[in-house]
T-cell receptor, first 109, second 116 residues
Framework: RKEVEQDPGPFNVPEGATVAFNCTYSNSASQSFFWYRQDCRKEPKLLMSVYSSGNEDGRFTAQLNRASQYISLLIRDSKLSDSATYLCGNLGNFNKFYFGSGTKLNVKP | DTGVSQNPRHKITKRGQNVTFRCDPISEHNRLYWYRQTLGQGPEFLTYFQNEAQLEKSRLLSDRFSAERPKGSFSTLEIQRTEQGDSAMYLC??????????????FGPGTRLTVL
């Protein structure tokens, strides 16, 4: 079983829609959690850290559910510029960092 | 530019040749990670340094791969006797143990390797 799993999508949504992604992780001892955005043929860019209490930054909200071992990302009022692949990652044992395969989002006019 | 930098950005080589990539992390970051990413996949952990010490290495990493961070600043990743399966984007990331932004990783632009 992979350390981190994501639905690859694509999620095709109209501008202005709200969309949510989940990401499950297998190691209950995982510590820090993150969401990254990756544009085609570019490096991942940190979108936000995910705290136990949740985290909100503008239109983006991240949540952590330790009991069910998943993190989520909610994007409100989607923009065309939100089209990208969203990677979740976590810091596991021995400071190894694990990423999911990414969820592709297409926001259409 | 105070971000993570990587050189070269692209490398094309023939099977069997050795290649070396360089990563310069954000200056105050004491942790440095190497990843490999292929199309449709997320970055795959290769190895990690804290200062100059290589603390973890993926079990998936063959002995043809070696990494160094001699003075705790820049790092190099060498692949010996390259194979076509080594073709991928090689990403470097750095982070700090200290707050704020504890453990947040920042990536360089990557080195795209093509093995012919």
């Amino acid at each position: 079983r992979k350390e981190v799993e994501q639905d690859p999508g694509p999620f095709n949504v109209p501008e202005g829609a709200t969309v949510a992604f989940n990401c499950t992780y297998s190691n209950s001892a995982s510590q820090s959690f993150f969401w990254y955005r990756q544009d085609c043929r570019k490096e991942p860019k940190l979108l936000m850290s995910v705290y136990s209490s949740g985290n909100e930054d503008g239109r983006f909200t991240a949540q952590l559910n330790r009991a069910s071992q998943y993190i989520s990302l909610l994007i409100r009022d989607s923009k065309l510029s939100d089209s990208a692949t969203y990677l979740c990652g976590n810091l596991g044992n021995f400071n190894k960092f694990y990423f999911g395969s990414g969820t592709k989002l297409n926001v259409k006019p | 530019d105070t971000g993570v930098s990587q050189n070269p950005r692209h490398k094309i080589t023939k099977r069997g040749q050795n290649v070396t990539f360089r990563c310069d992390p954000i200056s105050e970051h004491n942790r440095l990670y190497w990843y490999r990413q292929t199309l449709g996949q997320g970055p795959e952990f290769l190895t990690y340094f804290q200062n100059e010490a290589q603390l973890e290495k993926s079990r998936l990493l063959s002995d043809r791969f070696s990494a160094e961070r001699p003075k705790g600043s820049f790092s190099t990743l060498e692949i010996q006797r390259t194979e076509q399966g080594d073709s991928a984007m090689y990403l470097c990331a750095s982070s700090s143990r200290d707050s704020p932004g504890y453990n947040e990783q920042f990536f360089g632009p990557g080195t795209r390797l093509t093995v012919l």
